[in-house]
């Protein structure tokens, strides 16, 4: 146009060109010539029946026959019985459709009938993807390449009324006209979805952006490679925590659309979820402080739902943080929040260098103590930090896991963080369970922790000795000031260095920070939104303590998860503790 605006992308038209004679006789039927249907070629010879998608307002054609009480349907098909006499076609009044989605420009197949006598067929240089289920309402995607033909009277072996599907006009606005459709998972008979854009990836998998074939929106699809022995073992057993019917409808946790793979004798996994605008991460990029700030409310209370959901069904995240947090507008242009990747993108080969690196991580995480959800309470506090403080990545970029903790502890006694103060207790049993601080925050009435471990405060005090300079930041119209910045030793010198575990032949005679070893069940991620995989198996948490103790879900001291640890790694983690152990021994003798 010529005020720059694109031109809005045409709307997908093809025609129905008969291949039998049930198909024949149905394009000359007049009711299809009055109903201006009838498609003619160049020399004015009828050759099918248009569907034609350009008018914004016209999304669906009805097939079918006239029938009482019944509205008359777009094109019309005639009953008819094959040449040999032993099958007719039996035509309902609504007997399919063909379906515009306009936010993608896909096109569907549906099936209205009873006896499911519709059928879509792969034709020459085609792909074939099936109706799924056995409902009677049943859809499928039809575009150039992809279901090429169809069949309105399928009864076993007999074909009738069928035609081919020529086009026109694609839709699909999103995919490369010019580029061969890849249709998915790849090693599954029972196609799913039509892939597009990669969205991200790394030594797991990939992350594609996809069209599901089903329903013609948009979703994502996480597909693993390489999954073997444990690995596999801990990402069937967290998805089955993500099948869970509490966590499927819950509003503010992403949901699992379908999965595939991830059987004993695979070393693939895929799973479908919804695709949604993006994660918080990004939303707060573009964001001035204020409006992070005000923001940060709609965060605290939608993921606060989520973790009491969790929570109930015994999960534990382990991984909250901005980047698995998404998002989309609503209608009215409100956020929804939603909570997604739980666990699935751990990665063994990564899991010593990346073992404390994480800002988001609780105190007990960090020190490989006993882990319950009140984990994912403290890393929905630090998130919450992380939105309001503009100096939350400097401090982490700056100050190791124990300075980081306590200056988050500082943070949560300034004004404006009142209502949420003990998220950040050092101590997990004086941390609310979600439920709780919902409870407090409907209520708004709440304590000010006032008494804490000498150590936390002496940690916090030690902190607050190192902090130098750096800009006030200001929390709310009326809030006070909080001029901290953070101790000065590199937060992420070890992992960056490549130096952990304290290997002196890396150190130059400096000593550096070495995390402790990660467990199996205590592992942390760190690759955020990238990847989920599917499957069957255990829970790998333990119940919960009491109903309503407020005490969590306790990840149990023997893992079921399968370790983190690659077995032919060249740390050996039994030979650390032991040394460990001697050394503790030699210090209480004075040593």
Not at 14 to 30: G, K, N, T
Not at 456 to 461: F, M, N, V
Request: a negative charge; proline letters at 6%; glycine letters at 10%.
């Amino acid at each position: 146009m010529m005020d720059g605006t694109p031109y809005p992308p045409a709307g997908p038209r093809f025609r129905l060109v008969p291949i039998d004679d049930a198909a024949h006789y149905a394009v000359s039927l007049p009711e299809n010539y009055e109903g201006g249907c009838q498609s003619y070629d160049e020399d004015n010879n009828l050759i099918g029946l248009l569907i034609d998608f350009s008018d914004p307002g016209k999304t669906v054609y009805t097939l079918g026959r006239f029938g009482h009480n019944a509205d008359p349907p777009d094109i019309h098909l005639a009953e008819q019985r094959s040449r040999r006499g032993s099958t007719s076609f039996r035509c309902s009044p609504l007997h399919a459709s063909f379906q515009l989605i306009p936010e993608t420009g896909a096109v569907l197949l549906w099936d209205h009938t009873s006896s499911h006598s519709v059928e879509p067929l792969a034709g020459p240089n085609s792909w074939g993807i099936k109706f799924r289920g056995e409902s009677s309402q049943r859809s499928v995607l039809i575009a150039r390449g992809i279901n090429s033909q169809v069949v309105f009277g399928a009864s076993g072996r007999e074909k009738l009324c069928h035609f081919d599907i020529q086009w026109l006009n694609d839709g699909m606005y999103d995919f490369h006209v010019d580029e061969p459709y890849y249709v998915g998972p790849q090693d599954s008979r029972m196609k799913r979805y039509v892939q597009n854009k990669r969205l991200g990836g790394g030594s797991y998998g990939t992350v594609y952006s996809a069209l599901d074939a089903e329903t013609g929106k948009m979703i994502a699809v996480k597909r693993f490679h390489n999954l073997s022995g444990k690995r596999l073992a801990f990402a069937t057993r967290e998805v089955d925590n993500l099948k869970k019917k509490a966590l499927r409808e819950h509003p503010h946790i992403l949901r699992i659309i379908d999965s595939a793979g991830g059987g004993s004798k695979d070393n693939w996994g895929e799973i479908l979820m919804p695709l949604k605008e993006g994660n918080l991460k990004d939303l707060c990029d573009a964001m001035t402080e204020q409006e992070r700030w005000e923001l940060s409310h709609v965060v605290l209370y939608q993921m606060l739902l989520a973790l009491e959901c969790l929570a109930n069904n015994d999960v534990v995240h382990r991984d909250v943080k901005p980047d698995n947090i998404l998002y989309e507008r609503a209608q009215d242009g409100s956020y929804i929040f939603c909570l997604g990747d739980f666990g699935l993108s751990n990665d063994p080969e990564r899991a010593i260098t990346a073992a404390g690196t994480e800002p988001f991580m609780a105190p007990e995480v960090y020190n490989r103590q006993k882990q319950t959800t009140k984990i994912d309470i403290w890393s929905l506090f630090a998130t919450i930090v992380w939105m309001r403080n503009s100096q939350f990545m400097d401090v982490c970029a700056r100050s190791g896991g124990a300075d980081l903790h306590a200056w988050i502890i500082s943070v949560s006694k300034t004004q404006g963080y009142e209502a949420i103060q003990t998220m950040a207790s050092h101590d997990y049993k004086k941390r609310p369970s979600a439920r709780r601080q919902l409870d407090i925050l409907e209520a708004g009435q709440f304590e000010l922790e006032e008494e804490q471990n000498p150590s936390d405060i002496l940690a916090a005090q030690f902190a607050a000795m190192g902090f130098q300079g750096g800009s006030a930041a200001s929390y709310g119209s009326d809030a006070s000031t909080f001029a901290a910045s953070s101790p000065e030793r590199p937060y992420y010198e070890p992992y960056t260095t490549g130096l952990y575990y304290g290997n002196p032949s890396h150190t130059n005679g400096q000593a550096v920070y070495a995390p402790p070893p990660m467990g199996s069940s205590e592992a942390p991620r760190n690759q955020g939104m990238h990847g989920l995989v599917s499957s069957w198996g255990n829970s790998p948490y333990g119940p919960l303590q009491s109903q309503g103790s407020d005490e969590g879900t306790v990840i149990p001291d023997t893992p079921t998860a399968a370790p983190t640890i690659a077995e032919d790694d060249g740390f050996m983690y039994e030979e650390y503790m032991e040394e460990r152990r001697r050394m503790k021994g030699k210090n209480r003798g004075g040593i």
